[in-house]
């Protein structure tokens, strides 16, 4: 931490720009930002001009698993990386987690690297080491997921799944969009056995950041708390 913070404070004074998360624009940089995108300082001046065309960079489709279309996230990336390339330093910029770590970020990071940027981390939260280290669960042992199907067969199926990985000592962590968290949490207590414990971690780092860890059986005693529209992260160990 003595290291990490002043590496952060430095790498986001030194960029000019900010690729955000569909938040609003913060001129004291003091957001939760994970990377800084830049040309490298003492070859600056004289390589810039020689990175590749951006239209060579991103001429290959995006991988399968994109959500966006080749040619959307080409565009995007285009203008993104345009300034960056042209010698100014920029931080991507999550609104709550990392870029690239289950939040956008990894296909402007891959492009940045075929384009022979400059890439560096910065310390900065990430909501699913936060839940796990608050959840009391196997923290040597873990597996993360994403989000889960969305139809309730194809969701309680999967739960199923995760909790067979979880008989074998893997801590299973998953998220779920804030307005289906209440949903996902229901079918969690449904399908789950009564001896599996179940870590929930809502609006972390926030105001009304909630973390707790209880069996099945204790959550259905306990009730749901509320959980409409508030970001989650789940965690099941049995």
């Known amino acids: 931490q003595q290291e990490g913070q002043p590496r952060r404070a430095g790498g986001l004074a030194a960029a000019e720009l900010q690729v955000r998360e569909d938040v609003p624009?913060?001129?004291?940089?003091?957001?939760?930002?994970?990377?800084?995108?830049?040309?490298?300082?003492?070859?600056?001046?004289?390589?810039?001009?020689?990175?590749?065309?951006?239209?060579?960079?991103?001429?290959?489709?995006?991988?399968?698993?994109?959500?966006?279309?080749?040619?959307?996230?080409?565009?995007?990336?285009?203008?993104?990386?345009?300034?960056?390339?042209?010698?100014?330093?920029?931080?991507?910029?999550?609104?709550?987690?990392?870029?690239?770590?289950?939040?956008?970020?990894?296909?402007?990071?891959?492009?940045?690297?075929?384009?022979?940027?400059?890439?560096?981390?910065?310390?900065?939260?990430?909501?699913?080491?936060?839940?796990?280290?608050?959840?009391?669960?196997?923290?040597?042992?873990?597996?993360?997921?994403?989000?889960?199907?969305?139809?309730?067969?194809?969701?309680?199926?999967?739960?199923?799944?995760?909790?067979r990985l979880a008989f074998q000592g893997e801590t299973q962590i998953f998220i779920e969009t804030p307005y289906r968290t209440a949903a996902m949490f229901t079918a969690i207590l449904a399908s789950c056995g009564p001896k599996t414990r179940l870590a929930l971690a809502v609006d972390l780092t926030g105001v009304s950041e909630f973390v707790a860890t209880h069996s099945i059986a204790e959550w259905r005693q306990r009730g749901a708390p509320a959980l409409d529209r508030r970001a989650a992260v789940f965690s099941l160990l049995a």
Request: with cysteine; proline share 10%; aromatic share 4%.
């Open 25 to 163: 624009p913060d001129p004291a940089f003091d957001g939760r930002v994970e990377l800084v995108l830049e040309v490298p300082r003492v070859e600056r001046r004289r390589e810039s001009s020689q990175h590749p065309a951006l239209g060579e960079i991103l001429a290959a489709p995006a991988p399968a698993d994109q959500p966006l279309t080749a040619q959307a996230a080409a565009e995007s990336i285009r203008a993104w990386l345009a300034p960056v390339l042209q010698g100014r330093d920029a931080a991507l910029l999550s609104e709550a987690g990392c870029p690239g770590v289950a939040d956008p970020g990894a296909s402007i990071v891959a492009a940045a690297h075929r384009a022979g940027l400059r890439v560096r981390p910065l310390v900065g939260p990430s909501s699913l080491l936060l839940a796990l280290m608050a959840s009391g669960l196997n923290g040597q042992s873990f597996r993360f997921h994403g989000y889960l199907p969305i139809t309730p067969s194809e969701r309680a199926a999967r739960l199923l799944d995760l909790e």
